[in-house]
């Protein structure tokens, strides 16, 4: 019940609510990104959504226009070249993952799940499967992204998807999403061009 209607019913309401407040800083963030690299402020990429559904993402777009798409920022080589000047502060404090919020009101995600993956992730996808962490609505945060981020190793990160979906509740879901808040803050588990830095780390 919760997952079919009342979290769908949540998702609608603080998104419908969330455009509006967030509709001017929005449109001066787009003027920002235009007026240092001309083009699309917002980019589309395809992901892979519920039941391994492909659907159009939007995100500000942190990055020039000759940056390679479609490919994960870990795969690039030296990632920093392509970011611009805003880009970094636009990232670290989750600000391209604003427009986002159309794709929750659309249902193509809620608020909390797992990521959604690259089309063309295909290790995240398959480790995600065992999961059966595909087979939710991916989410603009989630449990992996309170407990890492970027930082994580895929097998990891897919094994943290799939705890979420076993604990699916609406305390569950405030849990995660509160915690985004503090990690947001402090910019906590972005790494430009990074996945698995918390083992390297070690």
Not at 11 to 26: C, G, H, K, N, Y
Not at 162 to 181: A, L, N
Request: hydrophobic letters at 40%; glycine letters at 8%; a positive charge.
């Amino acid at each position: 019940m919760y997952q079919r209607i009342f979290k769908r019913m949540i998702d609608i309401i603080i998104s419908l609510i969330s455009i509006v407040l967030l509709a001017i800083p929005m449109v001066v963030v787009a003027i920002v990104i235009k007026a240092e690299d001309p083009g699309p402020a917002i980019f589309v990429q395809k992901r892979v959504g519920n039941h391994k559904k492909l659907f159009k993402l939007y995100k500000f777009r942190s990055m020039k226009m000759s940056t390679p798409h479609d490919t994960p920022t870990h795969l690039l080589e030296n990632p920093e070249q392509y970011l611009l000047k805003s880009g970094k502060f636009i990232r670290k404090t989750s600000i391209d993952e604003l427009p986002q919020l159309f794709n929750i009101l659309k249902g193509d995600m809620s608020f909390v799940g797992p990521r959604p993956a690259l089309w063309n992730q295909d290790d995240l996808i398959a480790e995600r499967d065992k999961y059966g962490a595909n087979d939710v609505r991916p989410g603009l945060t989630g449990w992996a992204q309170i407990n890492g981020r970027d930082e994580l190793e895929i097998p990891v990160k897919a094994a943290l998807d799939g705890e979420y979906v076993k604990r699916q509740s609406f305390i569950f879901d405030m849990k995660c999403f509160f915690g985004t808040f503090s990690k947001v803050a402090n910019g906590d588990g972005v790494v430009e061009g990074g996945t698995g830095s918390m083992k390297e780390k070690k």
